[in-house]
C-alpha cells in the first residue's frame, strides 16, 4: 500500500515501512503525517505485530531541506508556542503501539536523527552516520532529540553531539548503545528483519503490554520536548547567524558567526 512517498509490504506478522524520497529522503510534515497514516493503520491490524523501517537510496533520512524553503518542515509557526505541524506529527509516531526497528544506511541528520532515535530498535551498517547538526546551522535541536537521545545514549554524549555538531559513524552508534545490532550494508534489512521476527514470534499482547510500559508517557513527553524546541527554533530562525548557517552547510565550509 502507498501513502503518498511511504510503501507498506505486509509479510506474515511483520511489515516494511518504506521511505521513497531518495536519494536523500528529505522530509516535510506531508511525510511525516503520511508514515504516521501508515502505522495508524498497521497497528489496527491484529495481524501486525512489528515493523521494519527503511529507505530508499543512499540515506536513511537527510532531515529538512534547508536549501529548498518551500519544502523546509523545520519551519516553526510562530514565537508564541503555537503549534508546529510537524512536530504534531511527530507525536504521533511517538504512539505507535507496536515494535519499530530502524534499519539505517548512510546519513540520519537532525531531524531524520530523531526520526531514527523514534524507534525502538536500530540496525546499522559501517557507512551509517548520525549528526545532530543543528548549531553548525545556528539552529536548535528539534524533532524531540532533546528528550529522546540522552535517553539512548546519555545526558553527556548527547550535549557532546548537540554542542559540536559531531558525526558519528555505525561503528561508534553501536559502542555508544544508540545501535543494536552492527552488521555490513548488504545484511542490513535481513537483519532488521530478523530482529523483527525474534519479536514477533512471542505473544503480541504481552509484547505491546511490555512496551507500553518501557514507553509510558513518551508521547507526552516528546510533545513537550517539541513544544520549547520549535520556540526556541523561531526565536534562533530570526538571526544572522542561522541564515549563515544554512548558507555555510550548503556551501560546505564552516559558518562565521557573529552571535546575532
Known amino acids: 500500500m502507498k501513502y503518498g512517498d511511504i510503501e507498506v509490504q505486509r509479510d506474515g506478522y511483520m511489515a516494511l515501512v518504506e521511505i521513497q524520497r531518495p536519494p536523500n529522503n528529505f522530509f516535510d510534515v506531508n511525510l511525516v503525517n503520511d508514515m504516521a497514516d501508515a502505522l495508524d493503520?498497521?497497528?489496527?491490524?491484529?495481524?501486525?505485530?512489528?515493523?521494519?523501517?527503511?529507505?530508499?537510496?543512499?540515506?536513511?533520512?537527510?532531515?529538512?531541506?534547508?536549501?529548498?524553503?518551500?519544502?523546509?518542515?523545520?519551519?516553526?509557526?510562530?514565537?508564541?508556542?503555537?503549534?508546529?505541524?510537524?512536530?504534531?506529527?511527530?507525536?504521533?509516531?511517538?504512539?505507535?503501539?507496536?515494535?519499530?526497528?530502524?534499519?539505517?544506511?548512510?546519513?540520519?541528520?537532525?531531524?531524520?536523527?530523531?526520526?531514527?532515535?523514534?524507534?525502538?530498535?536500530?540496525?546499522?551498517?559501517?557507512?551509517?552516520?548520525?549528526?545532530?547538526?543543528?548549531?553548525?546551522?545556528?539552529?536548535?535541536?528539534?524533532?524531540g532529540l532533546t528528550h529522546t537521545l540522552p535517553n539512548v545514549i546519555g545526558q553527556q554524549r548527547a550535549n557532546l553531539l548537540f554542542m559540536t555538531g559531531r558525526r558519528i559513524d555505525g561503528e561508534t552508534a553501536h559502542a555508544w548503545g544508540l545501535a543494536d545490532v552492527l552488521t555490513d550494508q548488504a545484511s542490513l534489512r535481513a537483519e532488521a528483519v530478523r530482529l523483527g521476527s525474534e519479536i514477533a514470534e512471542n505473544a503480541p499482547l504481552a509484547v505491546q503490554s511490555v512496551r507500553a510500559t518501557m514507553r509510558q508517557g513518551l508521547a507526552e513527553r516528546v510533545k513537550d520536548a517539541t513544544d520549547w524546541e520549535n520556540l526556541e527554533q523561531a526565536r534562533l530562525r530570526e538571526t544572522e547567524d542561522h541564515k549563515e548557517g544554512v548558507r555555510a552547510v550548503a556551501e560546505r565550509r564552516p559558518g562565521n558567526f557573529v552571535g546575532r
Do not use: W
Open 41 to 143: 493503520d498497521l497497528d489496527a491490524d491484529v495481524n501486525m505485530r512489528a515493523y521494519v523501517l527503511c529507505a530508499q537510496g543512499k540515506h536513511f533520512c537527510a532531515g529538512a531541506n534547508f536549501g529548498d524553503p518551500a519544502r523546509n518542515a523545520a519551519r516553526p509557526v510562530s514565537f508564541d508556542g503555537a503549534s508546529n505541524p510537524l512536530y504534531a506529527a511527530a507525536v504521533r509516531l511517538f504512539s505507535c503501539r507496536k515494535p519499530i526497528i530502524a534499519a539505517i544506511q548512510g546519513a540520519a541528520v537532525g531531524g531524520g536523527f530523531g526520526l531514527a532515535v523514534m524507534a525502538d530498535f536500530r540496525v546499522v551498517c559501517p557507512e551509517a552516520r548520525f549528526t545532530a547538526n543543528f548549531v553548525k546551522l545556528g539552529f536548535h535541536p528539534g524533532f
